[in-house]
Structures are given as C-alpha cells and as structure tokens.
C-alpha cells in the first residue's frame, strides 16, 4: 500500500478511540468540561450502561453563541493560546478533543446560555451536520450522547455488560464529586438515583455518600507537621482522608489521588501511601484514601496521555517522601482506640458455632464438587499431629518425614471444598441473624450487587434493599460465623467488580468465603483442633495449596533430616 493521508473521518475515529474508550471516559471528559466552565452543580444521565444515553447539565459559564460551532472541531479550546500556557495548565481540560471525539462516535446534541446571553441556543451534530436553533436555557450547558459508537461497531464488542458499564460510569462521578465536594454532583441510570451529594464542601459528607457514614466518621484528616524548610523552591501540599488500618480492603482501587484536583492515577502516589502504611496494615490489604496534592503547575506534566489520567512529576522523591510522611504523622497523631469488649452480631440459636467449622461438616467426610474433582491429585499420607509452632504453623510426622502446615492455608483449602460442594448440592447452609446487619453501600458497590445478587443468593447472602443505597444483611454463609460481615460483603463486591475470572464467579465467591472463614496466623489451636483440621486436609481434592495457589505445607523429608544431621 503507498504512503496516504488518512481522510479525515477515519483520523477522527483514531483520535476518539484515545480519548473515548468506553461510556465513563465520555462523561469524565464532559464532567470536566462543566468544572472547568465554574459549574456548582452537576448533573450525570445514563441509560443503556451509557451506550443509549448520556445527558450531563451544569450551571456554568456556558458557551458564547459566536464560539458554539466551534466546540466540535478537534484542537477546539478556549484552555490554551501558547506554548507557556501548556507548561503551566490549571485546567481539567486543555486539549480541544473532547467534544470533537465523542461527535465523531456518537450523535451529540447541546443545549448552552452564556451568562452574557438573551437567549439559549441548541446545536445537533450528526453525520458531521451542526443543526443550529434557538432554544430556551437558564445559564450552563447541556450535552447529550445518543448511540455511543453507532458508527464505530468494533469498539461495541470491547464493552462489558450494561452494569459493569454504569458501575465505571459511578466511579468516575464519584471520584469528582471527591475532588468537588463543594460542587453538588447528581447521577441517574436508567431512572434511578444512584449518587447525590449536597455540594457544601465536606469531603467528609462526599465520602459517606460513597462509603457509609460509619467508615466516613472513622476517617483521619491528614495532618502535616510543619518542619525545617525544604531544599527545594517548594513543598507540595497534602490534604484529604486517610482510613485507618481498621477499614483497610483488599485492593487498591480504593486509594484516590488528585493532584491539583484533577483525578490521577500514578503509581508513584500509591508507593508513597503504602510506605506510609507499613508496619500498620497486614500483608494483601490497601489504605483507604482520598489525597489532594497541591503544587505549582509548572511542577508537573499533564500532557502525558490523551485521556489525562496520568501526570509527570518534576521532583518525584520530594513528592514521594512528602506523601509518605503526611501519611505516617497522620497514623501516629490518631488517638488511641479504647479497648471495648466485641459484640458479634446476633445469631439464630439454631446454628451452634463449632470451633472451625459447622457441625455438620466435622463428622461428613469432604465432598468434592466437579469442577474440583477434575484438577484432583494424589493426596496426603495420613499425618500424626506432633503441635504448632508460632501459633501458625502445625507440626505433623508422616511416612516421609515431618510436615510444617500452614493453619489458616490448610482451612481456607478444607472450607472452600466444603462451600463448593454445599453450592453443587445446592444446599449452602445460611446463618440468620436475630437483628439485622446494615450496610451502606457506594454506587460501584450497589451496581456490582444488583448484577451479582443471584450469585449471591446462591452461596447464601441474603441481602435486602433498605432505602436510598442502604441495604439489610439477614444472612450469610454459616461458615462466617466469626467474621466482620460488613467487610466480607464489600470485599466480595469489589472482587466481583474487577472483572477478574468472570467465567467463574462461583469460585471467587467461594474463595471470599473460605478465606474470612478459616483460622488465621497466630490463632492457638488444641490438639483436638489440629488433628480434626489435618484429617480433612487429607481428604481434600488438592491438599497441597490454598484456593489462592499458595502452598500449604513444606515437607522436610527423612533423607533431608539424616543428611542435615550427619547420618548419611
């Protein structure tokens, strides 16, 4: 093929899959349009998962009737003149592609008053047409997206369904009204109020509307001491919410950067967090946390990406220790919690709590379902338990030699046979409780559980609307006998949000389950405890890991021993 110019149509199609990957980068790229125009309040539509429809209203500057045309032009922006306009952009938005992308993918229809203005006026773009008219608007702006990617049919087959689309849609509201907690942010999908904040500047509030008020209330406010004064001509400045290790999740998609408000993602702000946090959080669990640095804009680079999502940073080790130190001076300024005596939730006295597992499954030998059964392997000799070392680990003797077994390995693999089977059977034992566990839940995690209720249901959640995003808990699998509910609920949500092993979600429900359920590290054990946990190990289809593939014993053969000792 000899060297061409792309037609133009096809070059604006390129562009908009940089800027346009899916419907939340379309009302990401909007929501910062309405910032940047000093809106107060914002308001986010969706249907279809965002595919059908996307309506964003704002009360902002709107756009001067002789510019309007203008807006659907690529490179179009009213951001940036000049070169040093871009080495120092204060703006969400700068690069005059937003707009200009999402018409060249969608039918986009807007409805603008400026403040200056007698009159609103209303353009409709299709096929490259501007329908220009009158049209009767208090000041701000409103766009509509109609049939997103209607001319672009490949990039339809890369969605995911309608309510993980919605879900990513929340997120991206979300984590504005974060960054805007006083601009007041609503959002809609398919007719139902998914957020709404009150736009009076508490990040506090913006947080319990998407988390609860309960973790909101228990969030630290990041305190910075002031020292000797930096090497550098500045220091960036660090403010937000930190949670403290007691609501710590089981990911990292819950810590929040902004940087000069706009929402990042760097790698290097969640290093500086998890350094922060070190000796104070268990292995495989993540801060919660919503941050705000403030620098000069010449410190950093925005023009990284087309989306806008990553940043450079001038200084990265006075940024990261900066961080990192706020994030500990926080965590040692917190006051010391009481010691208050735990009261479980109450449950039904129909189901006694056995020490490890419920009584029905001590004396029933382990059923394997199916799908275990066909990656069975060869099992485990029988093992005489000898004791426990570092309250962890169980010491046994067998045919081979001696066997160090992981406890809390050992019976997440036990429980996770034992709920798979009880799934298979369609028989999942549930435990009831007197009174009713509550739970707030964010707009992501109310999505995931609209789509994920049936799964579920299945495993044993029952789990009931209770107005607004407040939901009942009245049971759960009998084997969380001993957990924290609230958290096992929100964990098994965020994993069922990733996307991750779709194909098997009955798996990773079962892998939640297991892994809250079973004895953990430090835990002692009676005798009588180890020798019933290492009896059903022997009888599981895949002793030898954990559902999570990490191993659960370390052998020490007979030769291995003679030959430490000298004997061979």
Same mark, same amino acid.
Request: net charge neutral; with cysteine.
């Given at each position: 093929? *000899?060297?061409?110019?792309?037609?133009?149509?096809?070059?604006? #199609?390129?562009? !908009?899959?940089? +800027?346009?990957?899916?419907?939340?980068?379309?009302?990401?790229?909007?929501?910062?349009?309405?910032?940047?125009?000093?809106?107060?309040?914002?308001?986010?539509?969706?249907?279809?998962?965002?595919?059908?429809?996307?309506?964003?209203?704002?009360?902002?500057?709107?756009?001067?009737?002789?510019?309007?045309?203008?807006?659907?032009?690529?490179?179009?922006?009213?951001?940036?003149?000049?070169?040093?306009?871009?080495?120092?952009?204060?703006?969400?938005?700068?690069?005059?592609?937003?707009?200009?992308?999402?018409?060249?993918?969608?039918?986009?229809?807007?409805?603008?008053?400026?403040?200056?203005?007698?009159?609103?006026?209303?353009?409709?773009?299709?096929?490259?047409?501007?329908?220009?008219?009158?049209?009767?608007?208090?000041?701000?702006?409103?766009?509509?997206?109609?049939?997103?990617?209607? %001319?672009?049919?490949?990039?339809?087959?890369?969605?995911?369904?309608?309510?993980?689309?919605?879900?990513?849609?929340?997120?991206?509201?979300?984590?504005?009204?974060?960054?805007?907690?006083?601009?007041?942010?609503?959002?809609? !999908?398919?007719?139902?109020?998914?957020?709404?904040?009150?736009?009076?500047?508490?990040?506090?509030?913006?947080?319990?509307?998407?988390?609860? %008020?309960?973790?909101?209330?228990?969030?630290?406010?990041?305190?910075?001491?002031?020292?000797?004064?930096?090497?550098?001509?500045? +220091?960036?400045?660090?403010?937000?919410?930190?949670? =403290?290790?007691?609501?710590?999740?089981?990911?990292?998609?819950?810590?929040?950067?902004?940087?000069?408000?706009?929402?990042?993602?760097?790698?290097?702000?969640?290093?500086?967090?998890?350094?922060?946090?070190?000796?104070?959080?268990?292995?495989?669990?993540? *801060?919660?946390?919503?941050?705000?640095?403030?620098?000069?804009?010449?410190?950093?680079?925005?023009?990284?990406?087309?989306?806008?999502?990553?940043?450079?940073?001038?200084?990265?080790?006075?940024?990261?220790?900066?961080?990192?130190?706020?994030?500990?001076?926080?965590?040692?300024?917190?006051?010391?919690?009481?010691?208050?005596?735990?009261?479980?939730?109450?449950?039904?006295?129909?189901?006694? !709590?056995? %020490?490890?597992?419920?009584?029905?499954?001590?004396?029933? =030998?382990?059923?394997?379902?199916?799908?275990?059964?066909?990656?069975?392997?060869?099992?485990?000799?029988?093992?005489?338990?000898?004791?426990?070392?570092?309250?962890?680990?169980?010491?046994?003797?067998? =045919?081979?030699?001696?066997?160090?077994?992981?406890?809390?390995?050992?019976?997440?693999?036990?429980?996770?046979?034992?709920?798979?089977?009880?799934?298979?059977?369609?028989?999942?034992?549930?435990?009831?409780?007197?009174?009713?566990?509550?739970?707030?839940?964010? =707009?992501?995690?109310?999505?995931?559980?609209?789509?994920?209720?049936?799964?579920?249901?299945?495993?044993?959640?029952?789990?009931?609307?209770?107005?607004?995003?407040?939901?009942?808990?009245?049971?759960?699998?009998?084997?969380?006998? #001993?957990?924290?509910?609230?958290?096992? +609920?929100?964990?098994?949500?965020?994993?069922?949000?990733?996307? #991750?092993?779709?194909?098997?979600?009955?798996?990773?429900?079962?892998?939640?389950?297991?892994?809250?359920?079973?004895?953990?590290?430090?835990?002692?054990?009676?005798?009588?405890?180890?020798?019933?946990?290492?009896?059903?190990?022997?009888?599981?289809?895949?002793?030898?890991?954990?559902?999570?593939?990490?191993?659960?014993? +370390?052998?020490?053969?007979?030769?291995?021993?003679?030959?430490?000792?000298?004997?061979?």
């Amino acid at each position: 093929m *000899p060297i061409h110019l792309l037609h133009p149509d096809l070059v604006a #199609k390129i562009a !908009a899959g940089e +800027v346009v990957g899916r419907p939340a980068s379309a009302v990401k790229e909007l929501v910062e349009n309405s910032l940047d125009a000093g809106a107060r309040q914002i308001s986010v539509e969706v249907q279809g998962g965002g595919v059908g429809l996307i309506r964003v209203s704002d009360d902002g500057a709107g756009i001067p009737p002789e510019e309007a045309e203008l807006i659907f032009q690529r490179h179009a922006t009213s951001k940036i003149a000049s070169l040093a306009d871009l080495e120092g952009i204060a703006t969400l938005g700068f690069r005059g592609e937003a707009l200009a992308s999402i018409a060249a993918v969608a039918e986009v229809e807007i409805v603008t008053c400026a403040a200056e203005a007698d009159k609103g006026l209303s353009l409709h773009w299709k096929d490259g047409v501007v329908e220009r008219v009158p049209s009767g608007r208090s000041r701000g702006t409103t766009v509509t997206v109609r049939h997103l990617f209607r %001319s672009f049919p490949a990039r339809l087959k890369f969605l995911k369904s309608e309510a993980s689309e919605r879900s990513q849609v929340a997120n991206v509201v979300s984590h504005y009204a974060l960054s805007f907690p006083e601009v007041r942010f609503s959002l809609m !999908a398919e007719g139902r109020r998914l957020m709404s904040t009150s736009g009076n500047g508490s990040l506090r509030d913006v947080l319990a509307e998407n988390y609860g %008020s309960e973790t909101a209330r228990e969030m630290l406010e990041v305190r910075v001491e002031k020292g000797a004064a930096e090497p550098a001509a500045f +220091v960036p400045r660090v403010t937000g919410l930190l949670g =403290p290790p007691s609501v710590a999740r089981s990911n990292r998609s819950h810590m929040s950067f902004f940087v000069n408000r706009r929402w990042v993602q760097s790698r290097l702000l969640s290093r500086a967090v998890e350094e922060g946090y070190q000796g104070s959080l268990q292995v495989g669990r993540y *801060p919660l946390s919503v941050l705000n640095i403030a620098l000069p804009p010449s410190e950093l680079d925005v023009n990284v990406h087309p989306a806008k999502t990553e940043v450079k940073f001038r200084n990265d080790s006075l940024l990261f220790g900066t961080v990192m130190k706020a994030v500990r001076q926080t965590l040692l300024s917190r006051p010391v919690p009481e010691m208050t005596a735990a009261r479980p939730a109450p449950v039904a006295p129909s189901l006694p !709590a056995p %020490s490890l597992w419920p009584e029905s499954e001590i004396s029933r =030998p382990t059923v394997v379902s199916p799908p275990v059964a066909e990656k069975a392997r060869p099992g485990l000799p029988i093992l005489r338990v000898l004791g426990q070392a570092s309250a962890t680990y169980i010491i046994a003797e067998g =045919p081979g030699g001696l066997y160090l077994i992981d406890q809390h390995a050992a019976h997440e693999r036990v429980l996770f046979e034992n709920i798979l089977a009880q799934h298979s059977r369609q028989q999942v034992e549930k435990q009831g409780f007197l009174e009713p566990v509550t739970l707030e839940l964010s =707009p992501q995690e109310e999505e995931t559980l609209r789509s994920s209720g049936a799964a579920l249901a299945a495993f044993g959640f029952e789990i009931e609307p209770f107005g607004g995003r407040g939901f009942i808990l009245r049971a759960v699998p009998a084997m969380l006998q #001993k957990a924290d509910f609230q958290s096992v +609920v929100r964990e098994i949500l965020s994993s069922l949000a990733e996307g #991750k092993d779709a194909s098997h979600p009955g798996e990773k429900l079962a892998i939640s389950i297991a892994c809250h359920s079973a004895v953990r590290a430090g835990q002692m054990l009676s005798m009588t405890e180890m020798q019933e946990l290492i009896g059903h190990l022997e009888k599981s289809a895949m002793p030898r890991t954990c559902p999570h593939g990490r191993p659960t014993m +370390v052998h020490l053969s007979s030769s291995q021993l003679e030959k430490e000792f000298g004997r061979t």
